[in-house]
């Protein structure tokens, strides 16, 4: 029966090949692919709050939009969600209401111990999801 995957998109290069095996498994599993990103907005603190939020979704729009041009013409049936929660949870989320199969997300190559200490997302959801997680490193 057909599912979902979900892929972490921030037009890194890790991201990119993250998307790019996210595709290859959709299509070979007849999967959706859902494209996610979380947009944490900052604490409400004042009037630029709201301009920083604006700024936040439009780059991610941007970013997302990349990723959904790339996806076009793969024959796996693509969708975009951009998350109000930082990128972890956002995709925790996402895969939950989904009932994904997986998640995907890329590398940027970091050492494990520098990931664990300030928190890399592939980290944080190795530690946070319920189900698989595919780390793919940037080629």
């Known amino acids: 029966m057909p599912g979902s995957i979900v892929v972490g998109y921030d037009a890194s290069p890790g991201a990119r090949a993250a998307l790019d095996q996210a595709l290859e498994l959709a299509a070979a599993f007849g999967d959706r692919l859902i494209i996610g990103f979380g947009v944490a907005p ?9 301009a920083h939020r604006q700024a936040l979704r ?10 959904l041009e790339r996806a076009q013409g793969s024959g796996v049936d693509v969708e975009v969600a951009l998350v109000e929660d930082r990128a972890s949870s956002a995709l925790v989320s996402l895969a939950a209401e989904n009932d994904a199969r997986m998640i995907v997300v890329g590398s940027y190559g970091e050492r494990p111990v520098k990931g664990a200490i300030l928190g890399s997302t592939p ?17």
């Open 123 to 139: 980290h944080k959801l190795l530690h946070l999801a319920e189900r698989p997680v595919l780390v793919v490193p940037a080629v």
């Open 58 to 67: 439009d780059h991610a729009e941007k970013m997302t939009a990349e990723a």
């Open 42 to 50: 900052p604490a409400p603190v004042g009037e630029e709050v709201r």
